[in-house]
T-cell receptor, first 116, second 115 residues
C-alpha cells in the first residue's frame, strides 16, 4: 500500500537555524498538509496546500514557516529561524479527495524536531 | 470554531475484552466527517474507522465500530476482542466540508491492553 514518507525521522538543530522537513506524499494525492504535535499535547493543524498554493494556514504558521512543492513529488516545510518552542513532532499528510470526498488523510511517520 | 474533546486521557482493557473510547465534538455544520486514528509507538497515525455525518448507520470495520450520535455530537469507538496490538494512542478527528479539509484532533486517549 502506498505510504507518505518523511525525512529525516529526527532532526536536531540549534536555535536560530533554518530547518527543512521533507515529505513525499502518495503519488496521486492532490491535497497536502502539515501538522505538529508538541510532546504530550494534541496534534495541531499548521497548513494545507492544494494546486501549488496554500489553501489554509493556522495562527501557528507565521512568517517563519513556509511550504513548497519544488517538484512533482516532494512537499517541504521550512522553518526559517527556529525557536525552542518549535520542538515537536511534525507530521505530513496527503489526501486524494475532492471537496465532498470522504477520502481520509494519510499520515507519514513524522519528523521529530529538537531545537537546542 | 469546531472543537473535539476526548475526556479519557488513558484507558485500560483486558485482552479479549471490549472497551469504548469517547469523543465529543462541537460544530455548527450539518455535514462533516469523523475519523478515529491509531498512533502506536512506531508513531505513524493509521486510520481506524471513518463516519460520514449524513449517514445514520454506524460505521464498522472488523473489531472496531462506532456509536455516532449526531444530535448529541458524540462519536465513540468500540473495540471488541481487544488484542495486545491495539495498544496505542487513539485520536478522534473532525473534518468539515465548508471550505477547508483540515483535521481538528482531540487530545487523544492512550489505550493499554493487559495480558
Amino acid at each position: 500500500e502506498p505510504e507518505v514518507t518523511q525525512t529525516p525521522s529526527h532532526q536536531v538543530t540549534q536555535m536560530g537555524q533554518e530547518v527543512i522537513l521533507r515529505c513525499v506524499p502518495i503519488s496521486n494525492h492532490l491535497y497536502f498538509y502539515w501538522y505538529r504535535q508538541i510532546l504530550g499535547q494534541k496534534v495541531e493543524f499548521l497548513v494545507s496546500f492544494y494546486n501549488n498554493e496554500i489553501s489554509e494556514k493556522s495562527e501557528i504558521f507565521d512568517d517563519q514557516f513556509s511550504v513548497e512543492r519544488p517538484d512533482g513529488s516532494n512537499f517541504t516545510l521550512k522553518i526559517r529561524s527556529t525557536k525552542l518552542e518549535d520542538s515537536a513532532m511534525y507530521f505530513c499528510a496527503s489526501s486524494e479527495g475532492a471537496y465532498y470526498s470522504n477520502q481520509p488523510q494519510h499520515f507519514g511517520d513524522g519528523t521529530r524536531l529538537s531545537i537546542l | 470554531a469546531q472543537t473535539v474533546t476526548q475526556s479519557q486521557p488513558e484507558m485500560s482493557v483486558q485482552e479479549a475484552e471490549t472497551v469504548t473510547l469517547s469523543c465529543t465534538y462541537d460544530t455548527s455544520e450539518s455535514d462533516y466527517y469523523l475519523f478515529w486514528y491509531k498512533q502506536p509507538p512506531s508513531r505513524q497515525m493509521i486510520l481506524v474507522i471513518r463516519q460520514e455525518a449524513y449517514k445514520q448507520q454506524n460505521a464498522t470495520e472488523n473489531r472496531f465500530s462506532v456509536n455516532f450520535q449526531k444530535a448529541a455530537k458524540s462519536f465513540s469507538l468500540k473495540i471488541s476482542d481487544s488484542q495486545l496490538g491495539d495498544a496505542a494512542m487513539y485520536f478522534c478527528a473532525y473534518r468539515g466540508t465548508s471550505g477547508t479539509y483540515k483535521y481538528i484532533f482531540g487530545t487523544g486517549t492512550r489505550l493499554k491492553v493487559l495480558a
